[in-house]
């Protein structure tokens, strides 16, 4: 298991490398699997605006080629360490199921929240049968 340490490291490292040249908000993301492994991400932004890619589903996406998809939690780290956007919350709800979810501003200061706090009565796989 990685300390949580770690794990926050991860993301605020992630961050560093954001291509967001229009916003100029940078933000990188972690996850750790259950086996330990951490995944990073960072967000990607585009001319072309809708193609805008968030860090928390880069991360996710660079833990699913691997074939993983055992989350133990997620971090993400920004400028004021604001929650994932409405998309990131479906897509970590539909990857990760409730896990824990750590906020880090630039300073480091980190707010732990879930992603059941984040989503409530959220969409899921279950109600398109
Ligand atoms: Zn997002």
């Not at 605020?12 to 972690?30: C, E, I, L, Q, T």
């Not at 589903?57 to 004021?80: D, F, P, Q, W």
């Not at 750590?102 to 732990?112: C, H, P, Q, R, S």
């Amino acid at each position: 298991m990685n300390d949580f340490k770690l794990l926050i490291q991860a993301a605020r490292a992630a961050r560093k490398h954001a291509y967001a040249p229009y916003s100029n908000f940078k933000v990188g993301a972690a996850v750790e699997t259950k086996s330990g492994e951490i995944f990073s991400g960072c967000n990607m932004e585009n001319a072309s605006f809708g193609l805008t890619v968030c860090a928390e589903r880069n991360a996710l996406g660079a833990m699913i080629v691997t074939g993983n998809k055992s989350v133990k939690s997620i971090a993400i780290a920004s400028e004021n360490g604001v929650p994932p956007c409405g998309a990131c919350r479906q897509v970590i709800w539909e990857i990760c199921g409730e896990i824990p979810v750590y906020l880090i501003d630039e300073a480091g200061n980190t707010t732990a929240t879930t992603s059941t706090e984040l989503l409530p009565g959220a969409f899921n796989k279950d109600m398109l049968t």
